[in-house]
């Protein structure tokens, strides 16, 4: 193996470990903020305040661990690992940008119910994601 | 010409010229072996401090390696 497969391996180990441990602590903050508001739809008012302040807790290591992840993410990969990464956000922000105020008008004129959150969320998502991967298998 | 794509590159004939892999090429630039690949294959652009550092590798000025497509768009 030449000197620069070995440089380029480094890299990608350090590329792996680092989303590793990125959806390692995800999962486990996902885990405890998932649990607890599992908690709080299931018995309304009664759930304790220490539970709050754990899903509370999970949630704020959640946001730290996307803020941080991305920091480190974004400072560790190529020009074109984030120029796929913008066109994709990109696609994605059209994909709600188009969805939402045609979603919210069709439901004035009454042929559709009110625009839902959680589906355009879903679906700006789904399709960020499919460009990435599209731009990923382009140059694969 | 569009502004998506309008740079033509012999980066594969010199990367083939040193026996070099595409892993070992973007070991030595500091980028991946995909990225070298849409280099290579027209698909991306490289900036300008990556088109230098390609150039340096090289030791061949940059209008050697990148020059402006054909296409009339």
């Keep these: ?140 | 010409m569009t502004w998506e794509q309008w740079l033509e590159n012999r980066l594969r004939v010199l990367r083939a010229e040193r026996g070099w892999s595409q892993a070992e090429l973007g070991g030595r630039l500091g980028v991946s072996r995909q990225a070298v690949n849409a280099i290579e294959t027209g698909k991306h652009d490289p900036s300008l401090p990556l088109a230098f550092r390609i150039a340096r590798l090289f030791e061949l000025p940059i209008e050697d390696i990148f020059s402006e497509g054909n296409s009339n768009g």
């Design chain 1, 1 to 140: 193996m030449g000197e620069g497969e070995q440089l380029h391996a480094r890299r990608r180990r350090k590329f792996w470990i680092i989303l590793g441990s990125l959806a390692l602590l995800g999962a486990i903050a996902g885990f405890f903020s998932g649990f607890t508001v599992g908690l709080a739809d299931a018995k309304g008012a009664e759930v304790s305040a220490g539970m709050r302040a754990l899903g509370a807790a999970g949630i704020l290591l959640l946001a730290a661990a996307t803020a941080f992840g991305s920091w480190k993410f974004f400072t560790s990969v190529d020009e074109v690992e984030v120029a796929d990464n913008l066109w994709a956000s990109l696609i994605g922000f059209y994909a709600y940008a188009i969805l939402f105020p045609a979603w919210w008008l069709l439901a004035r004129i009454r042929l559709i119910g009110s625009p839902d959150e959680w589906v355009i969320y879903g679906v700006a998502m789904l399709t960020a994601t499919a460009a990435y991967l599209y731009r990923k298998w382009q140059s694969r």
